[in-house]
């Protein structure tokens, strides 16, 4: 079993930028890998970004790319998600998630994040313009 508890969001000018965090208990973190999903209103949930357990791979989508940056301190258990250059269509709740022997690769295909085992409760991000 593992805890996800995601934290971070709030309010900020398009342009801006937020630092997500996401901290683990429950299982050994270091064999997870990890993903951020988010979700705007009206819209399904979609992935964002992912990092393998080593912290040697991420994946993000192509529409973040360049803009996030995703990371891990496996000794504090916890993944953050630096978020640059916000835009309004960045705007949505944002999910920390997990899957059990799952690749980060792997956890990047999660289409709107079916098969994940894990979930934090989800942090607001809002963009103003």
């Known amino acids: 079993q593992v805890h996800l508890e995601d934290s971070g969001g709030g309010l900020v000018q398009a342009g801006g930028s937020l630092r997500l965090s996401c901290v683990a208990s429950g299982d050994v973190f270091t064999t997870y890998a990890m993903a951020w999903f988010r979700q705007a209103p009206g819209k399904e949930r979609e992935f964002v970004a992912a990092?393998?357990?080593?912290?040697?791979?991420?994946f993000y989508s192509a529409d973040v790319k360049g803009r996030f940056t995703m990371s891990r301190d496996n000794p504090k258990n916890t993944v953050y998600l630096e978020m640059n250059t916000l835009k309004p269509a960045d705007a949505g709740v944002y999910y920390c998630?997990?899957?059990?022997?799952?690749?980060?690769?792997?956890?990047?295909?999660?289409?709107?994040?079916?098969?994940?085992?894990?979930w934090g409760k989800g942090t607001l991000v809002t963009v103003s313009s």
């Open positions: 990092i393998s357990s080593s912290t040697r791979e991420t």
């Open positions: 998630a997990t899957a059990r022997r799952a690749t980060a690769q792997v956890l990047s295909t999660m289409v709107n994040g079916n098969g994940m085992d894990y």
